[in-house]
């Protein structure tokens, strides 16, 4: 026998009866979306690598060991997009989009892909919805992109068991200034930190706090806050956001050790983390990132955005409040006899076409073989076809649920059952 072909690992089959949930929660999301004013764009699956490079930066995990990067035929180098915020920003300076508004509000959904080391809630292809608003610089667009994203757990009924976690990086200015003070602290111990700190030190200190080795995490306790270092503007700038947040009745807690592991954010950074989940607890992260559009070639626009695992956010979701999915067939036919199988796509397709969902047996198995498909896809009704009831034009229409059956004619089947979904 031929091996089997097995899945590549950390990348997952959505099967139908789980693609339901995606479904469910796809439509929250458009809605919500939708009630935000923001436009959908969908950028490519593959990028210049060097967009990644640029964008995400050099020294930061996702591009120094987790790009699935290859050469096409021209021998550029291309790579699957780990993430969209440098595809959006691409096409947005490609596009010219800010000249059709100077705020552009987009929100996306697909693949992404990285290769980090599966495990619960953590794969090499996940999926992702986000949303990117480019072109203000004001407190009140962070306030709406956290609210964007708080309304969509609201409409999941999932926000009281969700925590927001929030801090500022400020400017640049405000960033170097901690740099500083925050290598002054850590140069007397710096043998003492993890080997990845060690290299960070220089590269991406600030990445220092978010070390998961425990003697590392013991010694940033007491390291200066970035809070302490933001200079006026952007101290301004986080305490009003702040303000809006608590204004919209929207919980956060502000965290000092929250640092993103993507090197373009300024000012506010956020994350949305879910104690239902394991060690990959974060089901949603973003910020502001107002040098990147300049960074990548475009005018000096400032902009702010987010991002959430569908996958995590759908184990929250199921461990909390499962998500109603329509199930169940209206109308399953059942044949009895081969020369009525060759009427009964005829009758199916008409049934269709006139607004019923509607199956049939393709396999020509017995009556109770159809109707145990019929159970299995929960139908709630079945057309039952014999002899006697094709020379008269009628099935026997059963509701599944009450057990009444009557004689209804071929054309006013599915009249007869859309009046009785609808009352
Ligand atoms: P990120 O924090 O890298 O940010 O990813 C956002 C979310 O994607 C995470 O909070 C998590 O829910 C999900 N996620 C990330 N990696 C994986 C993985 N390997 N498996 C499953 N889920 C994963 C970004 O991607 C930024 N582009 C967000 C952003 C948008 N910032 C500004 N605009």
């Known amino acids: 026998m031929p091996e089997k072909v097995q899945r590549v690992k950390g990348v997952n089959d959505i099967l139908p009866e789980e693609a339901k949930q995606w479904q469910a929660l796809e439509s929250v999301v458009k809605h919500v979306m939708e009630k935000f004013a923001f436009g959908e764009i969908r950028p490519p699956i593959f990028e210049k690598t060097e967009l990644f490079a640029r964008g995400v930066g050099e020294d930061t995990d996702i591009v120094s060991k987790e790009m699935y990067s290859f050469s096409d035929m021209s021998k550029s180098s291309l790579t699957l997009r780990p993430e969209l915020t440098a595809g959006v920003v691409r096409s947005y300076i490609q596009n010219n989009l800010q000249q059709i508004s100077p705020v552009q509000k987009l929100w996306y959904e697909g693949p992404m892909f990285r290769q980090e ?7 090499r292809q996940f999926w992702q919805f986000g949303a990117e608003a ?12 956290i609210a964007l994203f708080f309304a969509i757990l609201k409409a999941l009924g999932i926000e009281k068991s969700v925590l927001l976690k929030i801090n500022s990086v400020g400017d640049s200015e405000s960033r ?10 850590l140069r007397p111990h710096l043998s003492e930190l993890s080997e990845t ?12 706090l978010d070390s998961k080795a425990p003697n590392d995490k013991l010694l940033v306790k007491n ?7 933001l200079n006026a503007s952007s101290k301004t700038h986080y305490a009003e956001v702040l303000k809006m947040l608590e204004a919209m009745g929207i919980p956060y807690v502000q965290d000092d050790l929250l640092v993103r592991g993507l090197d373009y954010y300024t000012h506010t950074i956020f994350e949305f983390t879910s104690d239902a989940l394991g060690a990959q607890d974060a089901i949603c992260g973003g910020g502001r990132y ?32 499962p998500l109603e999915v329509a199930s169940g067939l209206d109308l399953f036919l059942i044949v009895l006899g081969d020369e009525l199988r060759l009427t009964a796509p005829k009758l199916v397709h008409e049934w269709r076409e006139a607004g019923l969902s509607c199956d049939m047996d393709t396999l ?17 009704y079945v057309a039952i076809l014999g002899e006697e009831e094709f020379d008269q034009g009628v099935v026997q229409l059963k509701n599944f649920e009450t057990g009444e059956q009557e004689a209804v004619s071929f054309e006013n089947v599915a009249s007869v059952i859309i009046n009785a979904l609808s009352s």
């Open 290 to 321: 107002n040098d990147l559009v300049k960074e990548l070639g475009g005018q000096d626009v400032p902009a702010i955005g987010w991002a959430s695992g569908i996958e995590r956010l759908l184990l929250v979701v199921e461990a909390l409040r």
């Open 364 to 380: 020509r198995r017995s009556m109770k073989a159809q109707m145990r498909e019929a159970n299995r896809q929960e139908a709630r």
């Open 176 to 185: 170097a200034t901690y740099r500083k003070a925050l290598q002054d602290f």
């Open 197 to 208: 700190s060690q290299h960070r030190f220089e590269s991406n200190p600030l990445r220092i």
């Open 117 to 123: 080391r599966p495990q619960k809630g953590r794969y």
């Open 223 to 229: 390291a200066p806050k970035i809070r302490e270092c």
């Open 134 to 145: 480019i072109g203000s610089p004001n407190p009140e667009q962070d306030a709406e992109m």
